[in-house]
């Protein structure tokens, strides 16, 4: 089974990094399965219902979130749809929406962090909870950890180390290059990267962002321009145990 997994999308640029590249990838790693994180798709915050379909229709069959799930409100029934769109799994119960999916034979679980990101309850106890009390996990399963602490992320990671196929972390859009199988056979990289425009600061107008260091006084954020690139893992899993044995990172950038 090949997983290819796709960075955090941020706004039209994004959006136009996977029309181009996502074909190629198609048929140069032929993945079972294609997850991508779109929390930022629309504008470069939040997705819409229009937004997640433009996705779905390139191939994407899972789209992940993360803090700014709520952004738009406009996705809100989606969550609670047919549509292959998850939210962090250890928000608040009550929360609207899903944190898992399984489809052609995987599970796809979207998990958020606490450190320096916000107060959720505990990525750790929430998949502990679904391992042992959901019927309907396969034996492949992905997460992915939408967190900032580089800590956090490798601590999960040990903890599910033999438990889940792979923990592939999003949110800081800057990919790293830990790429990995842990002892017990889960594939691990801390951040995926970004898809969206490479002259920008994680995706904004690089001299609005520098605005915002140097002033201290906020300013709006704006989506960067130009040449865009698109960062991605692929993970190859043995379908009779769910353990990774391959991992790779994948990036193309227009010229």
Not at 25 to 51: H, M, S, W
Not at 116 to 122: E, R, S, V
Request: with cysteine.
């Amino acid at each position: 089974m090949r997983i290819l997994a796709i960075g955090d999308i941020v706004g039209r640029p994004g959006r136009r990094a996977i029309e181009q590249f996502l074909p190629g990838l198609f048929r140069q790693y032929k993945p079972d399965l294609v997850i991508a994180n779109g929390e930022n798709c629309a504008g470069g915050l939040g997705i819409t219902p229009d937004v997640l379909e433009e996705l779905l229709g390139y191939g994407i069959d899972v789209v992940t979130t993360g803090n700014h799930i709520w952004a738009k409100k406009e996705i809100i029934p989606c969550l609670d749809s047919n549509l292959p769109i998850l939210r962090p799994l250890n928000f608040p119960p009550g929360a609207p929406g899903r944190g898992y999916i399984t489809t052609k034979g995987v599970t796809v679980v979207n998990l958020i962090g606490r450190v320096f990101i916000g107060q959720f309850d505990c990525p750790f106890r929430s998949m502990d909870s679904l391992l042992s009390g959901v019927s309907d996990i396969s034996r492949i399963i992905v997460v992915d950890f939408h967190a900032e602490a580089t800590s956090e992320k490798v601590a999960l990671a040990r903890y599910l180390d033999g438990r889940v196929s792979a923990v592939l972390g999003t949110h800081t859009h800057v990919g790293t290059s830990d790429a990995q199988i842990l002892p017990k056979g889960t594939a691990y990289v801390s951040d995926i990267g970004m898809v969206g425009p490479i002259h920008s600061v994680i995706g904004v107008d690089t001299q609005l962002a520098i605005r915002n260091f140097v002033t201290g006084i906020p300013h709006r954020f704006a989506v960067g321009e130009g040449p865009t690139a698109l960062d991605a893992i692929v993970v190859d899993v043995d379908q009779a145990t769910g353990k990774a044995i391959g991992i790779q990172r994948i990036r193309q950038a227009e010229e």
